[in-house]
DNA sequence: ACCTGAACACCGTTCAAGT
DNA sequence: ACCTGAACACCGTTCAAGT
C-alpha cells in the first residue's frame, strides 16, 4: 500500500543506548576525552543531560561502551589462514590503526583490564599463542606480555595525540622531541642523545612491529629444543 | 648568645614547591588521584587553594612532580656490577614494586611519554640494551619496547589497584577475575576460560618479570649469529 | 516508560585584596 | 614577594515534575 512518502521525520527519533553511545564516540573523535560532557552529549542529542542517565549509568559506563564498539570491530574480520604470528601481526596492526584513529581508546583500555574490550584482545592473543605451540603452562605469560606490551604503546599513543591531528603535526612533534633529546645533558642520558637522530625519521607503526616480533622472537626462544 | 628555647613554632612554616609536592604525594598515597584536590590540599598544608597556584601552575603539573619524586627515587640506587639482564630485571622489578606501593604513578608514567620520569626509565633501559651488546640501529627498538612492557603493566596495575588494599583484598579480587573468566562462554572465549585456573595462584610480580625475561629472550635471540 | 531541565555538590583556576 | 579566600565557569549526577 502506498503510504505518504517522506514519512520518517528528521525529528524525534527515540533516544536510545546505541544513539548516545554512537554520539559519544563521534564527541571523542573530534574533541578527545575531555571535550565529552553530558551536557555537549545532550545537546548533540536535542535532549537534557538527565535523559542519558535512563539509558547509560554513568560517564564511566559509556567511556566503556563506546570503547567496546571500536574495538569489538576492530578485533573481528582478521585475516584467515596466515601463520599463528601472521595474525598476531595483523591483529596488533589494526588496533594500532585503530588507536591512531581514536586516541582516546588507548587510555581507555589500559585502565580497564578486566574489561571486555581488552579481554577480547587477549582472547585472541592466546589463541594464537596456543597455536604457536607454546606448553600450556607458558601460555599465560606469552599472552599477557604481548598484551602489556600493546596496552602500553596505546597509552603512550593515547598522551601523545594531543595536538596532532596533520602530518604535518606529527612531524614538527617528533623534531621537537628530538632536538630535545638531542640538548640533553651528556652525563645524564647517553643513551637518549645517542639515538635522539634515530627519533626524527622513525615510523611509529613500524616500530611497534618491531616490539611485537621482539616479543614473538622471545616466545619462540623461550620454548625452543 | 643564649636565645630563648622553643623558637621554632611548629605554626606557619612557609609554603614551598618541595612542601607542596610532598604534600600531595601523601594524599595521593592515602586516597588516589581522585582524592588530590586543590581544596584537600590546601588544607592539609594550612593555606588556601590560591597559594598553591604561586608554586606550582596547575594539577598537571602537580602531578608530573609528584611522579618525578618517586621515579627518581627508584630508579637511582640499583644493584651495581651485574649482568645488563639483572640490572633490567631489578630496575623493572624497582619499578614495579614502586608502582604498588603509588599505584597512582602507573597511569601518571603512563600519560607523559616524554616526560621526565619516563625519559629517565628509558635512559636506564638504554644504556643496559647497549651494554648488551644490541648494535646500535637495534637498540632504540630495543629499549623502546621493555619501556612499553613496563608502561603496558603499569597502567594496568594502577587500574586494577582501586580498592584492594590488603592482601586479602587482592586474593578476593584474584578468585573473582577467575571465577568469571571460568564462567565465560566457550565458544566465544575458550583460551580465556583455559587459563582461568592459573590466575587464581599467579604472582603478579613474577608474572611481570617472567614477561620481562620474555623480551630479554627475544632481544638476544634477535641479534644472535 | 521515558524525557525534561533546574538544582546540588563538587571541581580547577583566577584575582582583587591583603601583608 | 607571597598569601588569602571569595568568586567564576565549569563538571557529573540527581530528581521532582512532566508526558
Redesign the interface.
Known amino acids: 500500500m502506498a503510504t505518504k512518502a517522506r514519512r520518517t521525520e528528521r525529528r524525534e527519533e527515540p533516544l536510545s543506548r546505541e544513539r548516545i553511545v554512537e554520539a559519544a564516540i563521534g564527541i571523542l573523535d573530534a574533541v578527545g576525552e575531555g571535550g565529552l560532557t553530558f551536557r555537549v552529549l545532550a545537546e548533540r542529542l536535542a535532549t537534557g543531560p538527565g535523559a542519558i542517565y535512563w539509558h547509560v549509568s554513568g560517564k564511566e559506563e559509556l567511556l566503556g561502551a563506546a570503547t567496546e564498539v571500536v574495538v569489538t570491530g576492530t578485533v573481528l574480520g582478521g585475516a584467515g589462514g596466515a601463520s599463528p604470528q601472521e595474525v598476531i601481526r595483523d591483529l596488533a596492526l589494526r588496533l594500532f590503526d585503530a588507536i591512531d584513529a581514536h586516541p582516546w581508546i588507548g ?1 581507555q583500555l ?5 574489561q571486555s574490550p581488552t ?1 577480547q584482545v ?2 585472541r592473543l ?2 594464537q ?2 597455536a604457536l605451540g607454546v606448553p600450556r ?1 607458558a ?7 604481548l ?10 599513543n ?3 595525540a594531543h595536538g596532532q591531528e596533520s602530518e604535518q603535526d606529527r612531524t614538527e612533534f617528533l623534531d621537537g ?1 628530538s632536538a ?1 633529546w638531542a640538548n640533553l645533558d651528556p652525563d ?5 642523545r ?2 635522539a637522530e ?2 626524527r625519521e ?1 615510523d611509529d607503526r613500524a ?1 611497534f612491529l ?2 611485537i ?10 620454548h625452543a629444543g
Open positions: 587510555g589500559a585502565r580497564s583490564p578486566g579481554l587477549f582472547e592466546g589463541r599463542v596456543q603452562p601460555r599465560f605469560t606469552a599472552a599477557s606480555t598484551l602489556s606490551y600493546i596496552l602500553g604503546v596505546a597509552g603512550q593515547a598522551a601523545n622531541v630535545a645524564a642520558y647517553p643513551f637518549t645517542d639515538v634515530q627519533l622513525h616500530e618491531a616490539g616480533d621482539l616479543v614473538l622472537a622471545g616466545i619462540a626462544a623461550s
